[in-house]
Every structure is written in C-alpha cells, then in structure tokens.
C-alpha cells in the first residue's frame, strides 16, 4: 500500500521527507462509512468505555466491535491528564490491528512516541503520568505496546480523507488547499495548528482560526483546542469539548451527524497547573530503538 522510498531505513526520523511523500498516497482511506468519530481522550479510560456503550459498541478483549459493523474513528491525543492513557491505547492499538478503528495522530501522542525512540522531550502536559503508567506495566508489554505506537505514529498519515472525498478528519483540522497533499508543513498543522506566538492566559499558545475561513466541500471533523459545547462552523465541526478538564467526551455518529456526549466522571487536569516542568522518568526502550 505505502510505497517507501528505497533509501528510507537509512535516513532516521519519523516525518522524513521521502516518507511524508509516501503518505500522499495513503491519506484517502476506503473504509466505508458508517463512522463514530471520537474527540480527544487524553487518558479517559472510564468515560470512553461509557461512551463505547452508548455507541453501541461492545469489547472483545481490547478490540471494539460494532454489531452493524462500525467503524471507530479515533481524533487522536489519546494519552496524557486522565488516569488511563495506556487502557485508551490498549484499546485503539489492538482494534487499529483489528481493522475496527481509524486513527489520525495528535500533538500528545507523537510527543509520547518521540519519547518512546529515545528523543530528548519534556515530560509536560501531562505526559510523565502516561510514562508512569507505561513503566508500571510488565517489562513485555511495555515493549509490545510502546513499539506500536511508535511504529503507529511513524506509519500513520497526518490525516484521513474518507467516504470518497466528503469527510475529513484530522487533529487539530485542516485547510481547504492541504486537503490531499502532504508535506511537513501540513503535518504539522494537522496535529498542532498554526500558532500565532501569543499565549492565553493559561499558558497555552493561540492558534489561527482556519475554520473561520474554511470554505471546502468535505466535512471536516477535528478536536485539539476544547470547547465547552461542540460547534459547526464552515462545515468544520469541533468535538473536543474537553473531557479530561471536566467537560465532557463527544463523539459523532457519520452519516447520520448525531452528537453523543458522555459527561467527565471528574476533573483530570487543571490547565494552570500543566506548564509546571516534571523531573524526567528513565527511558523506555521500544523494542530496543
Ligand atoms: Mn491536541
């Protein structure tokens, strides 16, 4: 399916150029419609599983099976701030395996892969409680599961474009003119956004607001920045409404654009206190990178 470029194993780096050019072949996915699109986790195991069950969804082993064959589509940022970060990647790594998940990747998650080949990265955001976590499992499954996320993050296209070009789902969104192309730059914004290099108030960076001017005919569905209710806008819908924070977690039903929201069992993480520097946990070594 990806065609890598002959010299790729020698050129280290998850997001090298030859292999961004490999995911322009692999952006458009034919998995067929119908989806449940679900906004940022972010380690909320329990409101997940709630969410799964009104979905309709039910759990074989860590594979999620839909009885009307359902796809789940994951918007990324799985891990840090809630207290199940790795439960949440148990479950989106062995239905991604099970053919039963989509996957787009978020800022969080390719921080945590970083972190798992060895890079130098802050354990910030939440991210020490994930490597907490992920060092508390037997030695065995710590290599199983941080090598496929590593090798999830390394594979997997900055964004998917589905049901024949009228939905797309990416992190932190998309512009009109990227849709279909990859390059670094567009990888970046479909996990980051564009910054604007000011910051709010809670310390995290504003970014432009693309949706405001997003005037393309697919959907797109994205999460990232939370919002306290889930807003269409330009034919771009927001469903992180911030469920590790104590609002809620939101999926959409496509077709049928429905909104199934589950409420947070509780308050996981306060922004304020997020910036705040932990002291750096050994590395975990994925499968010997
Ligand atoms: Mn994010």
Redesign the pocket.
Known sequence: MTDRHPHDRSRPGAFAPDRLIAHGTAVRDRTPPPYDIVG?LHGCIDELRELLDRLGYRLDGDIVRHPEGRTLAFL??LNDRGPGSIAVWSIAIASLQAGTALYVP???DSKLARYLMGRDVQLTYGLAETVDELLALPPRRQRVLGRAIADLLAETPPYRILDSGRLVIA??GIEEWMIGRVDREISAFC???EPTGERSPWGFPIRRDWAADYRGKALVVY???PMHAVEWRNNTLNI?TGCAFGGALTALRYPEREIVSVPAHRVYAEPSMEARVNPPSPSVAAGGR
Do not use: K, L, V
């Open positions: 940022d990324g940022d978020g800022n969080h992190h932190a996990r980051f956004g999460g990232h920045t992180d």
